[in-house]
């Protein structure tokens, strides 16, 4: 595998794309064969689940790279298919059957294993090691967290905070009353494009977009906020140099991207609701306000919560913005942030970048239990 | 022509509409539009001006004194940084991205069948686990994959995997691939087991005795069905990988980068360079921009299926 990758690597980038795309739906194209003849009946078939059972597990380690010299592992893997096709030849609902089942189970859920169940409880383990990831030192890197004033830890997890109360109400709060309007206005939807169109533009092209509009400099101003100022007779602000205002500038970065996806799934909710509903409310009288606060928003304020907890999730991790605009400098940086510059200290900070992480993890889980709980309740 | 039912109701629902559309509500639409309009159309109006215009004059002064160059986008797509052009950059996020959005949904949709179509024990427990796994952020990931990447894996004293080669160089793409491949599936398999679920049970029963296999009813009913639902996340995962800068930061270095980090690394120093940033940028969101005009209805449809990954 390695061989194959880097050979890859040696070819123009558009030769690339074909070719890997190719060996990886023959791979896949394989697995759908094998599944379609394991459960065949006749000896010959037989014979086949057996060498597929034993030889698949080895096949991989050998594509792995694992040293000829390492036959015991060989033979691990031989053993567990050899398990398998036991099993399977016995199962009560057929031959092939488990076989078919690990085919299609498999790569993903090795993947999943190998990517992220493992790296979550390596991070958890390093978040209580010092930064060689040796040594066993308890509390001591939250403890350096909650008390490192100016080197980031602190400053970091004040402003996430900070992040994750404005960020989602303000997104939320615009896209709600923008779909309202364009609900009730024509050119609905170009309307709607004009908001929707931050979502494909990076936030890395977004910070750009804003760093350019915050410019400041002596002379004749290029940024828009500080031609403002010029024209109100104001002096013109180095904005993301002064904290804590740098903060809430680019807060409106992500609100300026989010508050497109808030106004499409809300715009979509507000959609179906009942008409009855509001028609049977203006025949009795009730004013636009009130419908807005006794109908519409009862109405969908599950929808509300679910947009409001999605936009807290990605403002709890936040890295782009942070990343492109300031580097962390004059009190900016984040828990998303922090985690990465920590580790490209030198020598790394692996412990306190890990502890950084299942931060961020530990402050996720509420949004996403509650979120998990409303999914189960609507089912 | 006589008018059909359908048309004279949609007629009558597109009257309704009329009254009840209100001119504030119009006037506020707008003015909120422009607001989120002006940013984006200030620095691409910058991009075509000329590179002295960008930093001696603010862009609203473009109007009155137009002069218009396309130098600074022949300049940027031919700047070097890092050793590689912006042109390459470009074809570099191409080459992460495709591979990218593909592999974890051929990967995903595998899972997903046999949770949906397969009785087996403990598949609700398998689906919810993987549901779960969404609550994993990125940040957690990152260290040790890099340490596996590098390190290879080894147990119990035996070298099970020795790594990519170790410089990123060596092994190409495959780092980024892999990584962006492994994070995006729980929620891609979340939603294609929702698409394949959805399948009725008689189409599959009827297949089944028709004598299909699960193969063939993998690739020839269950896979075509659910098109609709991976183009949606599809179009989902182009954009996010397109558009990713924290795994192309970790994992690619020199040759490999993607523009995004180019962009990012620009901004840092050469942030007074506007005729870069400008038309770097610009370069940067055309091919998002199409796909996601052109594609708009699937995209859509994939947000409110739950695509959305923070």
Sequence with gaps: MQAFFSWLSGLPQLAQIPIVILAFLLVVGLIILLIDVAPRPGKAYTWLRLALAVGVPVGVLALLGLERGAAPVFLLGALLGGGLFLLDARSAKGHGRLIQLALFVSPALLLLLVGLVWPTVRTIVSAFLDKTGTTFVGLDNFVWIFKSGGSGGLTSLVNTIIWVLIAPIAATAIGLVYALWVDRSRGEKILKLLIFMPMAISLVGASIIFKFLYDYRQGNQIGLLNQVMVSLGLTPVNWLQSYPLNMFLLIIILVWAQAGFAMVILSAAIKGIPTELPEAAQIDGATAAKQ??????????????????TISITSLKVYDIIAVTTAGFNNTSVLGYEMVRQFSLFPPQSGHSAALAVLIFVLVIPFIAYNARSLGRQA | MTITPIAKSARVAKRSHRTLSSPWATAGAIILAAIWTVPTLGLFVSSFRPAADIT???????????????????????????????????????TITLPAALFPIMLALLIAYAIAWMDFRGRHVLFVAIFALQIVPLQMLLVPLLKLYTGGVTLFGVQVFPGFAANSLGSGFAQVWIT??????????FMLHNALASIPGEVMEAAQIDGAGHGQIFLRLALPLAVPTIASYAIFQFLWVWNDLLVATIFTSGQNAPITKILA????????????????????VIIPLLVFFALQRFFVRGLLAGATKG
């Design chain 2, 56 to 94: 001696t004059s603010g862009w609203w002064t473009f109007f009155a004194h137009p002069a218009v160059t396309a130098q600074n986008y022949v300049q940027t797509w031919n700047f070097v940084s890092s050793g590689i052009t912006v042109s390459q950059t470009l074809l570099n996020s191409l």
């Design chain 1, 292 to 309: 807005f606060f006794y109908i519409t928003i009862p109405t969908i304020r599950p929808t509300i919560v679910v947009v409001w907890i």
């Design chain 2, 265 to 284: 690394d620009l901004s840092g120093v050469k942030g007074q360079d506007w005729y870069l940033l400008t038309a770097g940028t610009f370069l940067a």
């Design chain 2, 180 to 189: 962006h491949t492994m994070s995006a599936l729980p929620l891609a398999t």
